[in-house]
Every structure is written in structure tokens, then in C-alpha cells.
């Protein structure tokens, strides 16, 4: 009767010291860390903090940017990226369960994130949510300014410069911070000028003109900006034309050259046109001398101009003498400037009058210019 039971018991005892069959407890979690540019954030610290447990999970990323960790106990879980001690990145309330669970970095995914200072430490949070709103509202301020100046451009355009002036006051009222708003208001000040029958008007108008000219210089010359703009200085060199043309309109001759030759100093490219409006003010005052030397640099800076060998034979055609035989002396080079100019534009605005200064100083006029091809200018 003994050994009837022990084979049960045996048996039995057997089946309980099978090993049974692990059940599944943790989780598994992976993913890539990019930074803005898309390359992978390689040597980076992905910290998983349990928000109930507070037990800490400190993984690093390889040469690919990737980090991959098993055996995560379930649960929520913040997520913060670190690089050499700076947090770059955080998820908050990730929940891990007991399958495998993917969280990748992308900073460059998550760039409207970061400007809403959504997944960073609370202090770049902050500066990040006040250059978010700072942005919005700038976009606003820019937004109404443009309305402003296509009403005044538009008020410009129909000859209405009173409409454009109050336009752009109203826009500076908006914001009186924008050196294009000042450029625009100087220039419809100075548009206007000549259109006022009342001389003390007048006067004022090209007054507010320099004013706010020079108003608009100031603020693009203390703007960071503004330096950092590559054509920085071919913007200021058209407000120094725009200046210069009001001096020389008030007949302040010196002050005209001077700002001229700033403009051209500026922007080299350009500097033909500025010494042009140079020899311009000169020939227009009876500097002779002066203006022949100002369109000698315009052909010098541009030889295609044809406009400035015009001007240069009309100054010079200004020093002729007469010889003892009654007859006008031109000096030398001054049928040389006229032919130049009908070579260039043989149907140019002052083509007839340069072929009438030939005859006046006994010169014949070339032929065939219509058949020359005009030079190209560079």
C-alpha cells in the first residue's frame, strides 16, 4: 500500500519544480535625436524619468544619433534630450507600456514647438513664448506699414502727395522706427515742393524734406539690421541722392556735391549715376570747370552713358573762344564728346542738339551710327 502513493507524490513534486514560463514585465524604448539641420545628435544624454516612481532611465546616443534600451518598467514617463549639459529638448507624460515604444528627437520637426516654448527648460520656454510674440507682432506692425505705403505710393502715382504725406504720418504713428517710412515721407515732401505756388510753402516743404531724409539715415545707421544687410549701403547711398537733390533744388550747391559724392563713395556700383547728378548741379549753377571734371568721372565709371558725353561737350562748347578771324575757338575734345554721344544714341533725346553744336563749331556730323550697335554695358 506504501508504494501505491508514492509514485503520485513523486509525480507530483516533479510538475512543481518545472520551470514555468516568464510573463512579460518591462518595455523597450528607441529612437534618433536630430538637431535643426537634420544630422544626427551623436554623444547625447535621452534621461527617461518615471513621473510616479521617479526612477531615472540614463541613455546615450551612438554615432547615428540612435539610443535603444530594454527592460523599462510601464508607466509615464518625461523625456529630456541633454548634450554636454544643456538640455536641448523634453517630451512630458510619455507612456511606456509593454511593447516597444518609439520616441525620436527631431528639432527641426519640432522647431513651431520650440517657438512656443513647448519641450524646453522653463526659462528658454519663456524667452522662446516672448520671441514667438514678439514675432506675431511684428508681423502685424509690418503688415499694417505696407498698407500705409501702397496708399501712399498710390497717392504718389495719381500726383496726390498731400494724400501720401498723411499716409505715411499715419504709418509713422504705427511705429516711428522704420528708416523707409522717414525715406518715403522726405520724398513726398520733396515731390511736392515744386507744385506750391507759395514760395514760404515751398521752402517748407523742401526743409521737411532734408528732415526727414536725414531722419531716416540716422535710424538705418544705428540699426543692427541694417549693417547685416548686404545692400546696406546702395540703400543709403539712394537716400543720400534723394538728400542731395533737395540741396541743389534749395540752390545749396555745396551741400548737393558733398552728399552726391557720399552716395557715390557708397556704392560704387552706382556712382555713375551720382556723379552724373553731380556734373548735373555744377552745369546748372555755371560751374564749368567743375562740370566737365564731374562727367569726365561718369565716363570713367560708365563709358556707355551716352547723356554724359552730351553734357561734357555742352560745358565745353561753355569755355570756347573766338579767333582773330571772328570765328568760335571750341576747345579740344568738344566735337569728340558730341560725336561720342550721337555713336551711342544716334536717335537720342538730345541727338539733334548735338549735331546742331557741331555745325555751331564747324564740325561735321558722322554718319552711319544708326548702323553702329550700341555697346553693352557691363
Not at 514617463?77 to 510619455?94: A, I, M, P, Q, T
Not at 545707421?221 to 547685416?228: F, L, M, N, T, Y
Amino acid at each position: 500500500m506504501r508504494k501505491y502513493f508514492i509514485l503520485p507524490l513523486f509525480v507530483l513534486a516533479v510538475g512543481l519544480c518545472a520551470p514555468l514560463a516568464l510573463a512579460q514585465s518591462t518595455g523597450t524604448v528607441k529612437g534618433t535625436c536630430k538637431d535643426f539641420d537634420g544630422k544626427p545628435i551623436v554623444q547625447a544624454q535621452v534621461e527617461w524619468t518615471g513621473t510616479e516612481t521617479g526612477h531615472k532611465y540614463t541613455l546615450k546616443t551612438n554615432n547615428k544619433g540612435e539610443y535603444f534600451s530594454l527592460g523599462i518598467a510601464p508607466g509615464k514617463y518625461d523625456v529630456k534630450l541633454s548634450k554636454d549639459g544643456k538640455e536641448l529638448f523634453h517630451f512630458n507624460g510619455v507612456s511606456v507600456g509593454l511593447d516597444e515604444t518609439p520616441l525620436d528627437f527631431d528639432l527641426k520637426k519640432e522647431q513651431s514647438s520650440v517657438a512656443k516654448g513647448q519641450g524646453l527648460p522653463p526659462e528658454q520656454a519663456a524667452k522662446a513664448k516672448e520671441a514667438a510674440a514678439k514675432a506675431e507682432k511684428e508681423k502685424s506692425t509690418v503688415g499694417a506699414l505696407n498698407e500705409k505705403l501702397n496708399a501712399a505710393k498710390a497717392a504718389s502715382d495719381a500726383g496726390d502727395f498731400d494724400a501720401a504725406i498723411a499716409a505715411l504720418n499715419e504709418a509713422n504713428q504705427i511705429d516711428n522706427t522704420r528708416d523707409l517710412i522717414w525715406f518715403k515721407l522726405g520724398d513726398a515732401y520733396r515731390l511736392s515742393a515744386p507744385k506750391q505756388t507759395d514760395p514760404a510753402e515751398k521752402q517748407k516743404r523742401y526743409e521737411l524734406a532734408v528732415t526727414n531724409y536725414e531722419k531716416a539715415l540716422e535710424l538705418r545707421g544705428a540699426s543692427e539690421a541694417a549693417q547685416k544687410d548686404p545692400d546696406n549701403n546702395k540703400k543709403l547711398a539712394a537716400y543720400y541722392n534723394n538728400l542731395a537733390d533737395v540741396y541743389a533744388k534749395a540752390n545749396k550747391v555745396d551741400e548737393a556735391v558733398a552728399t552726391y559724392s557720399k552716395a557715390a563713395q557708397l556704392d560704387p556700383a552706382g556712382a555713375a549715376t551720382y556723379l552724373y547728378n553731380e556734373g548735373a548741379v555744377f552745369t546748372n549753377t555755371g560751374k564749368v570747370d567743375d562740370a566737365i571734371a564731374a562727367f569726365d568721372k561718369v565716363i570713367a565709371a560708365d563709358p556707355t552713358r551716352a547723356a554724359a558725353y552730351y553734357w561734357k561737350g555742352v560745358n565745353l562748347i561753355g569755355k570756347e573762344t573766338i579767333g582773330k578771324d571772328g570765328k568760335a575757338i571750341a576747345p579740344e575734345g568738344t566735337a569728340e564728346a558730341f560725336q561720342k554721344y550721337l555713336e551711342l544714341e544716334p536717335n537720342g533725346t538730345f541727338a539733334e542738339a548735338a549735331k546742331g553744336m557741331l555745325a555751331s563749331i564747324g564740325s561735321s556730323v558722322q554718319t552711319g551710327f544708326e548702323n553702329k550697335k550700341k555697346p553693352v554695358k557691363k
